[in-house]
């Protein structure tokens, strides 16, 4: 068995980004909902990728994964965690958000290394100066509480509840998502200089 599962959230409505959908603006080349999955699966060999059931051209692009697909009919967040660790026999899952670009395999792999060390604990990212972020890893122990999980706060307050063992990633790899042309510009004017 899996050790550690990963949930991918996809299934977020992007209404900031209208006409464009976020997870299919391109990267070097390919589309950040497959760059973010592929990264996922090279951390792990159980991955579930959560999309909303009227994603057909998300899904388009994920169709060659060996990730699991599932579907929810919800854009909230909290939809899209009960879909995903409905089906989790893992004895933990890594919540990652697909619209998290600097969230790399490495930044995966120092999460899981933290969750082997610790693995009773909620393990959270951080910025490099301590702010906390995404990804979350959850033991077991917690999916029935996040099974009942309502509205669009995610984990929040499971994190909020239980505390987290927190882990610094570089940068601001865990707080820097792109939900807005504005945000995507920025992001690659900094990119385009690194």
Same mark, same amino acid.
């Given at each position: 068995m899996t050790e550690v599962a990963i949930i991918l959230l996809a299934a977020g409505a992007s209404t900031r980004m209208k006409p464009a959908d976020k997870l299919l603006e391109f990267i070097d080349g390919?589309?950040?909902i497959l760059r973010q999955l592929r990264?996922?699966?090279?951390?792990?060999?159980?991955?579930t990728v959560v999309l909303?059931?009227?994603d057909a051209?998300?899904?388009?692009?994920?169709?060659?994964?060996?990730?699991r697909v599932i579907t929810t009919p919800?854009?909230?967040?909290?939809?899209s965690l009960r879909a995903g660790i409905a089906g989790c026999t893992a004895p933990a899952a890594m919540v990652v958000l697909a %619209?998290? *670009?600097?969230?790399?395999?490495k930044d995966m792999e120092t999460l899981l290394a933290a969750h082997r060390a610790n693995p009773e604990d909620i393990i959270q990212a951080t910025t490099a100066d301590g702010r906390p972020g995404?990804?979350?890893?959850?033991p077991a122990k917690y999916y029935a509480d996040i099974a009942q999980l309502t509205g669009d706060a995610g984990a929040k307050p499971i994190v909020q509840a239980n505390g987290a063992r927190r882990i610094a990633l570089p940068a601001e790899h865990a707080i820097t998502?792109? %939900?807005? *042309?504005?945000?995507w510009a920025a992001w690659r004017a900094r990119a385009s200089e690194a």
């Open positions: 390919t589309p950040l990264r996922c699966c090279a951390a792990s060999g159980d991955v909303h059931e009227g051209k998300r899904r388009a692009w994920i169709t060659d994964s060996p990730a919800e854009r909230a967040m909290s939809a %619209d998290m *670009p600097d969230i790399t395999t995404q990804p979350v890893i959850f998502d792109l %939900d807005t *042309p504005e945000d």
